[in-house]
């Protein structure tokens, strides 16, 4: 596929499945934002949940912690979509996101009722971080998307014409262009049969810019 138009002249449907303390996700998340301005694709926004997907195994003392502050974040995104509709994902996590990774802020009830404020949702949706009321749905979003690709792997998780796999990983965020060019080849990767897996170490951190 090239240029800025389908094959077909339709948009491409693509679930993104995230964890909005993840910062892996989060500049997977921008990527895509950019590539649909350039190619013909809409997201559809999904949860997943790094402190469920972790639950039952054998983590060190700070990460552990890191899990345990993880659970807020997304019983709210999970509350605020069944009460608003998964619309209100995008903008939910675009706020979260900023202030999590850019603004670096800690993952608390202050920094989420900012968020639910700049997202044009009520802040009210805050009680969700301290209940379990979502956590079946919470689950069933997990679900969706990570028994599709297995669980030895985290997020983002995107699934495209059928065929969902983990990422991309990829630091610092394409843009313009570029992004474009990162969504043809997921596309080609998608309608490869039998394509499992591109990898290799990451030798940098997340860049955010």
């Not at 009210?124 to 379990?132: E, G, I, K």
């Amino acid at each position: 596929m090239a240029g800025n138009v389908a094959l077909d002249g339709r948009e491409t449907p693509v679930d993104f499945w995230f964890d909005p303390i993840c910062p892996w996700a989060w500049i997977a998340s921008r990527w895509i934002l950019e590539a649909a301005e350039v190619r013909q694709l809409t997201v559809r926004w999904r949860v997943m949940s790094l402190a469920y997907l972790n639950a039952e195994k054998d983590l060190s003392d700070s990460y552990r912690q890191v899990m345990a502050e993880a659970w807020g974040p997304v019983r709210v995104c999970m509350a605020a979509a069944a009460a608003h509709g998964e619309h209100c994902l995008e903008p939910l996590y675009t706020a979260l996101g900023t202030r999590f990774h850019h603004e670096q802020l800690p993952r608390t009830r202050d920094t989420i009722v900012s968020a639910l404020a700049d997202a044009g949702l009520p802040v009210a949706l805050a009680d969700a971080m301290d209940s379990d009321a979502y956590d079946r749905a919470l689950a069933d979003s997990h679900h969706a998307g990570m028994d599709q690709v297995g669980y030895d792997v985290g997020t983002p998780v995107i699934s495209v014409n059928g065929v969902a796999f983990f990422g991309p990983v990829v630091s610092p965020i394409p843009r313009g262009e570029a992004a474009g060019r990162l969504w043809d080849g997921v596309l080609l990767v998608a309608g490869t049969d039998g394509f499992f897996e591109l990898k290799r170490s990451r030798d940098r951190e997340p860049i955010f810019d």
